[in-house]
């Protein structure tokens, strides 16, 4: 792996950072947000920035209208992004639209794309991926799955509720995963401003980033036609996992850039406040913070930078990704939480931009799955590889093995 960026990667870098640096920063004291995120009104704004200075969604495909990013590209350009809240907004990489366009672009037919994707590129469409449920529905157990789609001819009916939906709140159009009448689950493309799909409430977070909030969405009998299925009926799972790799990955760059913001804002402070004679970071315990969070933010960057090199490769990175999740996810919560701690009083007030990133990081520690469960599954396929491994050491034949090798 070259950790070296080529010269027009530097240089999309660079404008990056300056886009953020004059056109977004400005814009974060905006009263045009709320609790739920940042209005429609000055999402268009973001996004009109964006598209005028060439930046707007750039992982999509160049046949799309994207920049054809690789994953490795994202991982720099979405780190810069990240540096303010509203940045991911601007670039249209925000969740869940960054991680809809891949799947979308991976999946969908050439009518569904033109009808949903292409408008979404251009920073005209929001979505919306309905699969978390309440209880004793989906959430970190996929397979709990209640969401039903009943055949109807040649329609399905879906009816079910889902919550935690992150930007249902104005989204034009939704991935809906339903199990149906087989038993398997299955991804269904639907329009928003449908009758049968009733946003109850959108629901009170700790988190301020994403527009459209989160929400809590009922299906009554919605009925979807056959051709408005994403990919093939009971493929669903696996076409989720086409979207969650890439997904945690991009997530894990965007809060880096937030962090390295948290950092700077520390450090700066840390060498002009004097406390008993001497700069904040002339103290031993500062420096060690200061030095701490350094470490975490090249640590987080190395495994964002490798897992989004293995994806370049065509590997499917599902372990790599859920490593990565964990590792950046806590990693990035320490930089920002010390950051706090430095800022004394500072750092608990909106003085600063700090405290709006500790309580928009928070939660990612849990979405897109806690890390508790990303340790689970992992330690699963550590003891499954061992024991194929040891099959084969004891003269099982590696054909008849059935668990895949870990990627490395």
């Not at 919306?128 to 009916?157: H, K, Q, W």
């Not at 038993?183 to 946003?199: H, K, P, W, Y």
């Not at 975490?296 to 495994?303: E, M, Q, S, V």
């Not at 590792?327 to 007030?349: N, P, Y």
Request: overall charge negative.
């Amino acid at each position: 792996m070259d950790f070296s960026l080529s010269p027009p990667l530097q240089a999309l870098r660079d404008k990056t950072r300056q886009f953020i640096a004059e056109q977004v920063i400005p814009l974060e004291n905006d009263e045009r947000q709320s609790s739920h995120g940042p209005s429609e009104a000055l999402r268009r704004e973001l996004v009109g920035r964006a598209r005028a200075a060439g930046l707007l969604t750039p992982h999509a495909s160049k046949a799309l209208g994207g920049l054809g990013l690789s994953h490795v590209e994202k991982a720099v350009v979405f780190e810069e992004a990240g540096y303010s809240w509203l940045g991911p907004t601007a670039l249209n990489i925000h969740a869940p639209d960054e991680g809809n366009i891949h799947l979308m672009e991976e999946v969908a037919t050439a009518a569904q794309k033109e009808r949903w994707l292409r408008p979404q590129v251009a920073g005209q469409l929001r979505s919306c991926f309905a699969m978390t449920e309440p209880a004793p529905g989906a959430g970190s157990d996929p397979a709990a799955l209640s969401t039903i789609a009943v055949r109807d001819g040649d329609d399905y009916l879906i009816s079910g509720r889902k919550w935690f939906i992150t930007g249902a709140e104005g989204a034009d159009y939704a991935i809906i995963m339903a199990r149906t009448e087989d038993g398997g689950a299955t991804m269904f493309l639907s329009d928003m401003n449908r009758s049968e799909i009733v946003l109850e409430r959108s629901m009170d977070a700790m988190d301020a980033c994403f527009t459209g909030g989160h929400g809590v969405l009922r299906f009554d009998r919605l009925r979807v036609p056959a051709g408005d299925i994403l990919g093939e009926v009971g493929k669903g799972f696996r076409y989720a996992q086409v979207r969650l790799a890439p997904a945690r990955l991009t997530h894990c760059m965007r809060w880096l850039g937030q962090a390295r913001r948290a950092q700077d804002i520390a450090l700066a402070y840390t060498r002009r406040r004097t406390a008993f004679g001497k700069p904040l970071a002339s103290h031993e315990g500062v420096g060690f913070m200061l030095a701490d969070n350094d470490m975490d933010l090249h640590t987080a960057r190395l495994h964002i930078w490798h897992t989004a090199w293995l994806l370049d490769q065509g590997e499917q990175g599902n372990y790599e990704s859920s490593r990565a999740k964990v590792v950046c996810s806590e990693a990035e919560w320490r930089v920002v939480d010390r950051c706090v701690q430095m800022l004394g009083g500072q750092g608990v007030t909106m003085e600063t931009p700090v405290m709006r990133i500790f309580m928009d990081m928070r939660a990612f520690r849990i979405y897109d799955g806690p890390s508790e469960v990303h340790r689970f599954s992992m330690a699963r396929k550590l003891v499954q590889a061992a024991e194929k491994d040891a099959d084969v050491e004891r003269g099982v034949p590696e054909a008849i093995c059935s668990i895949p090798p870990l990627q490395h």
